[in-house]
């Protein structure tokens, strides 16, 4: 195939210059012509004419500008060349390249090459791209008359993607960003929001905006999961279309109620209660023993009962559990936590209704002792029978303490009697001390 390369130079025969406010590509004076053979290329400042036939052009010229002589009807690139008359009954094709900052904000998808015959634009809707090269080439005209050529496509509504469409957050916490754009990216495309219930999410203050993302901090003002709806839109020149998306907001775990402190007397039932707001909310009641120092769960049994609920409840709280301190582990599974409430002290009053007084029993005593304390079973599961022998009528004084010497129970008893205690006690050693004016006796306990 022959090639004939003219760019960017002026071929003049027997004429004058015409003045243009475009670049002059090609000029052919009315006392000359220019003949293009079938196949031969005459390639001209990025534009490539290829007749199907023996072509000749005369008393015509071909010049390069941005923009076309009246308007395309669709979006063009700003490169435009433009013949001084239609050339007639042209059999062939024409390849068009251009730059990229000449696609007017067009994406090279879906261009199509458009001619304009003097009356009209044609689209060209079977001519080809080939992008990586920024080249659009016309299909196979059949005797066509063109004035104006250049590239173009059809706006079309916008397309538009959003991203994500649902998402959930705890307050407090930052959103995935919203992000919009229009798929056929048309030009002039224009972006708007709005959102509801801006009274109970707060963040972003506005009901509305524009851009192409919405992000920030969100937060919720209430106690239960609450929703807003964004409503998407995007506006060109041949309509608009909308998306919505939705974003919601958890409530953060808070505790609403701290556990308060109880006194109670011995035998007495009771409880603890604590309070929170949030979602997935669970519950484990803890007890310390020695004043705070370690923690443990408490679990649900005879004594017990609501160790993972809001409420801990204690039946027959007896005068060993004097001293006890309780909180509750508040866990969301959803937003939060865990948090500790506070420690609560529960006091129990010294009373007689823990014990109950038998009939005299006759202890194995060694001879010759006139001062002891006895139990019996020891080991025992349950409850201790607690003997003291003493002389004369005068009241014994009995204390229950724990191996390091913390008195857990201090109670009078009348001598060479018997007592039951112990059935609240935890598995453990403890002393027993018997104590008369100067005499002390003193036994060891263990409760199985």
């Not at 669709?74 to 060349?81: D, H, L, W």
């Not at 963040?203 to 964004?230: D, E, H, K, P, R």
């Not at 049994?301 to 508040?330: D, H, P, Q």
């Not at 009053?349 to 823990?354: A, C, G, P, V």
Request: hydrophobic share 35%; net charge positive; with cysteine.
């Amino acid at each position: 195939m022959k090639k004939i390369y003219i760019a960017l130079f002026v071929l003049l025969v027997c004429c004058s210059n015409i003045a243009t406010v475009d670049a002059q590509i090609i000029s052919v004076a009315d006392c000359g012509s220019l003949s293009i053979k079938s196949g031969t290329i005459l390639s001209a400042d990025q534009l490539q004419i290829i007749p199907s036939v023996d072509y000749t052009i005369s008393d015509n010229m071909l010049s390069l500008g941005t923009s076309p002589s009246s308007s395309t009807g669709i979006a063009n690139i700003s490169r435009v060349y433009k013949f001084n008359k239609a050339i007639s009954s042209f059999k062939g094709q024409f390849k068009l390249n251009y730059l990229d900052n000449e696609l007017n904000g067009l994406t090279e998808s879906g261009l199509k090459f458009l001619y304009n015959n003097s009356t009209a634009w044609t689209v060209d809707n079977t001519s080809s791209l080939d992008a990586p090269n920024n080249q659009v080439q016309s299909s196979a005209l059949n005797s066509v008359s063109i004035k104006e050529l250049t590239a173009g496509k059809a706006l079309v509504v916008p397309l538009l993607s959003v991203t994500p469409l649902t998402q959930t957050i705890c307050s407090g916490s930052s959103i995935t960003p919203i992000v919009f754009s229009d798929i056929s990216n048309e030009v002039g495309t224009t972006y708007s929001w709005t959102r509801d219930n801006t009274t109970n999410i707060k963040g972003i203050s506005a009901s509305s905006g524009s851009g192409q993302s919405i992000s920030g901090i969100f937060t919720n003002s209430t106690t239960t999961a609450q929703l807003t709806t964004f409503t998407i839109k995007a506006t060109n020149s041949k309509g608009s279309s909308t998306k919505t998306v939705t974003l919601t907001v958890n409530p953060t775990l808070a505790l609403s109620k701290q556990p308060a402190a109880v006194s109670i007397n011995n035998g007495s039932n009771t409880y603890f209660e604590v309070g929170a707001t949030g979602l997935g909310i669970t519950y484990q009641w803890q007890l310390s023993t020695n004043s705070g120092g370690s923690w443990s769960n408490v679990v649900n049994n005879s004594m017990y009962a609501g160790a993972t609920t809001t409420k801990l409840s204690i039946t027959k709280a007896t005068f060993l559990m004097n001293g006890y301190l309780y909180r509750c582990i508040v866990t969301s599974s959803i937003c939060g936590g865990p948090i500790t409430s506070s420690s609560a002290k529960l006091t129990v009053k010294n009373s007689s209704t823990i014990i109950s007084t038998l009939n005299p029993i006759t202890p194995q005593v060694e001879v010759g002792t006139t001062f002891i304390i006895h139990a019996n079973p020891n080991p025992s599961p349950s409850a201790f029978k607690v003997y003291v022998s003493a002389p004369g009528n005068e009241l014994v004084d009995v204390l229950l303490t724990d191996l390091r010497g913390k008195i857990i129970l201090s109670i009078k008893v009348k001598p060479n009697e018997s007592i039951l205690l112990g059935d609240d006690l935890a598995a453990a050693t403890y002393i027993l001390i018997a104590k008369q004016g100067l005499s002390v006796a003193t036994t060891r306990i263990v409760k199985l």
